[in-house]
């Protein structure tokens, strides 16, 4: 959903160009496969993408997006079909493989189900500026921004959704620096997979003053007996969203 000229990225796609891999081009059918699609006239800097959530007949893609078709405070749509990508520029997708399975485990499966939920029940607007890419939270009450509310673009979504479960689609290094702004089309043939972690860290730690509360406990990803994670701090949602201030899991993701 953007347009982007510049230099940086340039220079950045043709010295990364040579390690980039090809877009897979099969069908999008398991959760975590994100799906892409060309929006204008240079296709490696503008487009869309996406994040397949539900699996089977009924396939359904998350993604932000901006435009009469979603409502004020709702550029987060849960609904979009796979056939509005496949049918319209459809440029490929890319799904995760690891040594342990093919796609993502159960467990990554329902965190990012559970995490496209969480946002989903927030206002989210679309980030015309892709200043906030992967998501800012902003709690306003001005005439023309009157709810709190996430911005985030659609790349920039898509790399938060996976990061949150502890994969990362893109090299950090185009999300800051001379690569930055991402695009959609370093995300779609980027080479940088990273495995699946198969354990979670977390820490019980203080809304006011951020101190630990108890020791660290560690968590196996493997079994799938424990779905209700990210591998980021959930300060917002245990000490904003849910307004008690009280306290917060500090997590993250290894082997």
Known sequence: MKLTNLMGVLVMSSVLGATSALAWS???????????????????????TGVLYTPGADRRIADVASGSDRTKYHHL???????????????GAR?????????????????????VN????????????HLDQKGTWF??????????????DCV?????IMEDIGLNPTYGGYESGIGWPLTVGEQRDSSHLTAAP?????????????????????????DGSYISYTCASRYQEYCIDDGSFD?????????
């Open 26 to 48: 099969g069908k999008v059918s398991q959760v975590g496969d994100m799906i892409y699609k060309a929006t204008g006239w240079d296709s490696l800097y503008v487009g869309h």
């Open 77 to 91: 749509s849960v609904v979009r079909s796979v056939g509005s990508f496949e049918n319209d520029g459809y440029q």
């Open 95 to 115: 799904r995760f493989t690891d040594e342990r399975a093919h796609g993502l485990t159960y467990a990554q499966q329902a965190a990012l189900l559970a995490r």
């Open 118 to 129: 969480y946002f989903n029940s927030s206002n989210v607007m679309y980030d015309d500026n």
């Open 139 to 152: 709690k306003h009450n001005y005439w023309w921004q009157d709810q709190s509310h996430w911005e985030f």
């Open 156 to 160: 920039g979504f898509v790399e938060r």
């Open 198 to 222: 198969s354990k979670l860290f977390r820490t019980v730690k203080s809304c006011a003053t951020g101190a630990a509360l108890s020791p660290q406990q560690e968590v196996s990803l493997v």
């Open 247 to 255: 306290a917060y899991y500090d997590e993250s993701c290894g082997d």
